[in-house]
C-alpha cells in the first residue's frame, strides 16, 4: 500500500474546506468548522479511527449549518476515497457496534464502489448546540456519495440524542478503521477484481 495522505481543497459558493487526511495516523484531530458539536464529533470519528484528520471551514453560518455540514461529508469522502487509490489489499469491510451509556449503535461499511446510505435513527430533539440533527443524515449520505461506500447506520437502544450522535460518529471511526486495515495480500477484495 502506498502513503495513504491526502490533502485537499473544496471550494463552492457556500463553503471552503481544506481537509488533511491520514489513514494511517494516530488519532489526532484539528477540527475548525464553526459548528462546536460537529468539531466534537470529528474528533471522536479521528480519535476512535486513528486518523489523522485536519478540517477547516469557511461556511455560510449565517444561512445555517447545512451547507458546512453536508459539505465536509463530501471533502472527507472525497479524501478517503483516493487515499485509498485501487483498494488493493483493504479488508473492506468495516463493523461496529458500540454503546455510550444508554445508547447501543450500529455501523457497518462496505467499501464497495456502490454508495448507498440506510440511515434507521430518529431523533428526540432538533439540534445539539448550533448542530442541526438531521444534518447527521445528510453528512453520512454526502459521505457515502463521494467515498462510494456502503453504510447502513441504526440505533438499537437509546434515547439521549447526544449519546447517539456520539456513538455514530465513534462507531464510523472503528468501522472506517477496520474497512482500510491493510491485510498483507495485494488482490482487490472483490470476486470481480474491481471495487
Known sequence: MNNRIVKLR?????????????LD???SCKADTGIGFFDHMLHQFALHGKFDLTVEVKGDLRVDDHHTVEDVGIALG???FKALEDKRGINRYGYTL???DD???LFSLDI?????LNFDIKFNREKIGEMSL?????FFRAFSGSAKVTLHIAKLYGSNDHHI???????????LRDAVRNTGQNGIPSSKGVL
Open 103 to 105: 445508547a447501543l449503535v
Open 112 to 116: 464497495s464502489g456502490r454508495p448507498f
Open 25 to 27: 495516523g494516530r488519532g
Open 134 to 138: 438531521e444534518n447527521v443524515q445528510e
Open 78 to 80: 472525497k479524501a478517503v
Open 10 to 22: 473544496r471550494k463552492t459558493g457556500e463553503t471552503d474546506i481544506r481537509i488533511f487526511l491520514n
Open 98 to 100: 458500540l454503546p455510550m
Open 165 to 175: 450522535v456520539e456513538a455514530i460518529f465513534k462507531a464510523f471511526g472503528r468501522a
